[in-house]
């Protein structure tokens, strides 16, 4: 049973940086694509970045474009997101998702809380 486990969430004043990590298990195929959404309160979930495994290319929201980075580990099946110079619009739950053709995993989410 595939299990996506996210961490590293928490508490950042205005201006600071916090690295997400999402860890994937129980598979034994590659995924497509890694990817971090979040979503607000009140407001739906959008995508904030993703990976494409095969190639190693990325995509951005433009709202964290030049803030945030993604990145994968292959061997740990692992995937981060630095996120630096935070703003209290990027509070959210953060949630990591694994894709394998028309297949979509899920973790539970993380939650990042900007504020002074």
């Known amino acids: 049973q595939v299990q996506l486990v996210e961490s590293g969430g928490g508490l950042v004043q205005p201006g600071g940086s916090l690295r997400l990590s999402c860890v994937a298990s129980g598979f034994a195929f590659s995924p497509d694509a890694m990817s971090w959404y979040r979503q607000a309160p009140g407001k739906e979930r959008e995508l904030v970045a993703t990976?494409?495994?095969?190639?190693?290319?990325?995509n951005y929201a433009d709202s964290v474009k030049g803030r945030f980075s993604i990145s994968r580990d292959k061997s740990q099946n692992t995937v981060n997101l630095q996120m630096s110079s935070l703003k209290p619009e990027d509070t959210a739950v953060y949630y990591c998702?694994?894709?394998?053709?028309?297949?979509?995993?899920w973790g539970k989410g993380t939650l990042v809380t900007v504020s002074s």
């Open positions: 990976v494409t495994t095969t190639s190693g290319s990325t």
């Open positions: 998702k694994l894709r394998k053709g028309g297949v979509h995993y």
